[in-house]
């Protein structure tokens, strides 16, 4: 009887065991809580951001910016459908245009991946516009981006933050 009672229990030490296995569909998403949150990074086959950073509004209270570099490989297809940053409550794609002499700026819903051809978030063009922030990101910390596809796939990087015109907090861009 005893006997029984110890196998019972070790079967379900194994059981146990076992759902802490992270499945493999898991792992290729965002873990709901990481440890480092800004330090994660997560790329896709064909994506992947490089020197994504957010520009902190001159006047508090006003939209930051963020810019990157979205590298799109060979085989990418789809479009990117969202945009989230750390500390802010919205994120929208915006384009930059000349029109008439005069610099003007609209939302863009998705943007189209071309195989091959890097999407530049800069000054000027492509940027996302973030607002209401939580007023607590300061020159030289680091916040999130995540880039959403339009098959759900997510893209991560972390950002680094500068004060109104660039200003890394000291550090050089
Ligand atoms: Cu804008």
Redesign the pocket.
């Known amino acids: 009887m005893r006997r029984t009672c110890l196998i019972v229990s070790l079967f379900v030490i194994a059981l146990a065991g076992c759902s802490d296995k992270p499945d493999p569909d898991v792992t290729a998403s965002i873990p709901a809580q990481p440890a480092h949150p800004t330090d994660v990074a997560i790329k896709t086959p064909d994506l992947a951001l490089a020197d994504a950073r957010v520009q902190l509004p001159a006047v508090p209270g006003r939209?930051a910016?963020a810019y990157f570099v979205l590298t799109v490989g060979p085989d990418a297809k789809g479009s990117i459908v969202g945009v989230n940053v750390g500390h802010f409550a919205r994120a929208?794609f915006?384009q930059?245009k000349m029109e008439g002499g005069v610099m003007t700026?609209a939302p863009v819903d998705q943007l189209l991946l071309t195989p091959g051809k890097p999407i530049v978030f800069a000054p000027g063009g492509y940027?996302v516009?973030l607002f209401d922030g939580d007023g607590t990101l300061n020159p030289g910390d680091r916040t999130q981006v995540t880039l959403t596809l339009d098959t759900g796939e997510k893209v991560i990087a972390s950002a680094k933050v500068a004060g109104p015109g660039g200003d890394m907090g000291g550090m050089k861009m």
Do not use: G, I, R, T
Request: aromatic share 0%.
């Open positions: 939209p910016v929208e915006h930059s700026m940027h516009m």
